[in-house]
């Protein structure tokens, strides 16, 4: 089985399949498509699936004209058919990995993933899960699922994890410059998968075992959210001290080695780092052990959208005015720079604690026109002289880069910046309350 599928490989005969075409799974069944595989992209959303089949991409970091030519020339075709699995000899899994409403892991889509491969893969098929879960998923929850039909992994089927790393919106890492780790569940399920996705992708890193594979990802988003907790305790700790925190974490970059810099901001969003650490806690629990890192690092950053509506409330006050009934403006509201994603976004929490203390909030941001919350959709609005000198307070809450910052200075009275957009600014008659630093610029 194992020679048949590295020839198929080899040869380009193989049909890849993608489960997800999300903002990994697209991605990634476009570098096979143009690696000479063809493509079937299976997802559930029979919208999203339609709007592919037209030529038209939903994920920022990949242009439609890149889906239409795979369209057209018959190495990509989406599909919601999951029938359609079966002509697969090899299948990645992007798809989400949610917390549930009690801060699991919801594993329903890996789950329901599996389950319609195990009723259509055959014998020869490579599973490869990419969606970052816990340690001991792909042994525990795909095994299981895909060997219910007397199949059995290392013999007949093969399966490994590969983390996804994707970093939407970066320009310069994509999916075919960024390493691939892969590890299988067995020698030869690492072998296939290293020689699949070496198909497409310039790095891969082979390691001993799919747990291995898993804990990577963990470790490496751990890192930011623990790091991310840190500045951000820095940014309270200067807070107090009167200090400007970014000009200490600018100052420490100039270090050479052995310091890597993070930025304060009103917390974590996404749906990777304010998430996936909890993955590893939740598994770590059930082995009776509390990851503290974690923990802590996810009680600071969650903590961070109060800490902004403090300033916000102490600013306003300065100003002899009340939160309640004051008018104010919050600039970017994706959950990072540059992006158009609200997942997990800080600044819905910063909306809903400005909200309950009587504040009329409006937002404005140029990568997201409307978003929907808990059934109630929000507009935002043009960045207007006038709506800037209406403004109570304007708070910077995403820096995106198309956001022309000395026009908000020259025109709004009171700005509280949680991202320190204006310190490339010049003086103007806005009043600056920076992050940390107490003193108001
Ligand atoms: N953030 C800070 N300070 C920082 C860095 C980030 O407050 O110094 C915030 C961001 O504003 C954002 C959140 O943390 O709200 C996450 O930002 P991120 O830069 O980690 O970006 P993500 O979540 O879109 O993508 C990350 C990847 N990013 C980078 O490595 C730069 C990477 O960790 C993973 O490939 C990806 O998550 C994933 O899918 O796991």
Redesign the pocket.
Known sequence: MKDQLLAKIQDRSAVVGVVGLGYVGLPLAMEFAKAGFRVIGYDVSVPTVDRLMTGVSHIQDVPSEEVAAQVAAGRFIATAVEERLHECDAISIAVPTPLSKSRDPDMSFVEAASEAIARHARAGTLVVLES?TYPGTTREVLQPRIEARGLVVGKDVFLAFSP?????GNPKFHTKNTPKVVGGVTRDCTEVTVALYRSCIDTVVPVESAEVAELVKLL??TF?AVN?GL?NEMAIVCDKLGVNVWEVIDAAATKPFGFMK??P?PG???H??PL?PLYLAWKMRTLNYRTRFIDLASDINSEMPEYVVRKVARALNDDRKAVNGSRVLLLGVA??KDVDDMRESPALEILRLLGERGAVVEYHDPWVPRFREHGEVHAGVDLSADRLRAADAVVVVTDHSNVDYQFVADHAGLIVDARNAMARTSPSRARVVPLSATTAL
């Not at 996804?164 to 939407?168: F, I, K």
């Open positions: 970052t996804e790393r994707v970093d939407p490496e988003n930011r991310i500045v993070f930025t901001g974590i969003g996404g990777c780092i996936d959950y990072k």
